[in-house]
């Protein structure tokens, strides 16, 4: 998942809670003291009581833990911008400096991680993908095909990073697993194999087709 993906899922969770307000994406308020305009991944207006009420969300796809300084600068953006309320989702947590830091200054952290952020994002996830773990596999790649008046179909797909692919032969039934760019047999005796174009399959009764 690329950082503008979680971005987007996060204006995408923001959506979907009730009785919130517009969720705006990546907008640019001017700061409240230089003038000069600062980006603000995801602002949430409500309206209530006649005030509009701005509430900052930064979206951070970091490995690591959110620390202190992220949190700081989340809030000093807040500030800068006017805004009632800053938000912080984070894909992996922070320390626990970083909590008291948000605590203190009234900030929120939320929590979206990388598979929940794939939920909302890829509507055909799949499941996660055993190979990389930094994203998702999507299973778009049916496809049949008739070989001596039979029918063989397949279920398959792949990762959207790592081309780690999957196969289900509805033939034989086997369930397979594609490493990027290696050949795999099936019972049946079908060759397939998860390339950069897409899925390659090699028929036992020597008929290719690529997918
Ligand atoms: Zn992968
Ligand atoms: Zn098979």
């Given at each position: 998942m690329k950082w503008q993906e979680y971005q987007e899922a996060v204006a995408l969770f923001y959506e979907q809670l009730d009785s919130f307000g517009k969720v705006h994406r990546n907008v640019t308020i001017p700061d409240k003291v230089t003038g000069?305009?600062?980006?603000?991944d995801v602002l949430v207006e409500i309206e209530a009581y006649g005030h509009t009420i701005q509430i900052v969300v930064d979206?951070?796809?970091?490995?690591?833990?959110?620390?202190?300084?992220?949190?700081e600068e989340v809030i000093a953006l807040a500030n800068?911008?006017?805004?009632?309320?800053?938000?912080?989702?984070?894909?992996?947590?922070?320390?626990e400096p970083a909590a008291k830091k948000a605590e203190f200054a009234n900030l929120t952290l939320r929590l979206l991680p990388?598979?929940?952020?794939?939920?909302?994002?890829?509507?055909?996830?799949?499941a996660m993908c055993p190979n990389c773990h930094q994203d998702c596999i999507v299973l778009d790649m049916d496809g049949a095909v008739v070989?001596?008046?039979?029918?063989?179909?397949?279920?398959?797909?792949?990762?959207r990073e790592c081309k780690f692919g999957f196969i289900w032969c509805q033939e034989c039934g086997d369930n397979l697993a594609l490493p990027f760019n290696e050949e795999v047999t099936c019972y049946c005796g079908h060759l397939w194999c998860s390339?950069?174009?897409?899925?390659?399959?090699?028929?036992?009764?020597?008929?290719?087709?690529?997918?």
């Open positions: 000069q305009r600062r980006q603000i979206a951070k796809f970091h490995a690591e833990k959110i620390d202190v300084k992220t949190v800068a911008v006017n805004a009632s309320q800053a938000v912080i989702v984070a894909a992996n947590g922070w320390t990388l598979e929940d952020a794939l939920d909302l994002l890829v509507p055909d996830k799949w070989i001596d008046g039979l029918i063989n179909w397949w279920i398959a797909g792949k990762c390339k950069e174009e897409g899925l390659f399959v090699k028929f036992s009764r020597n008929e290719d087709l690529e997918e």
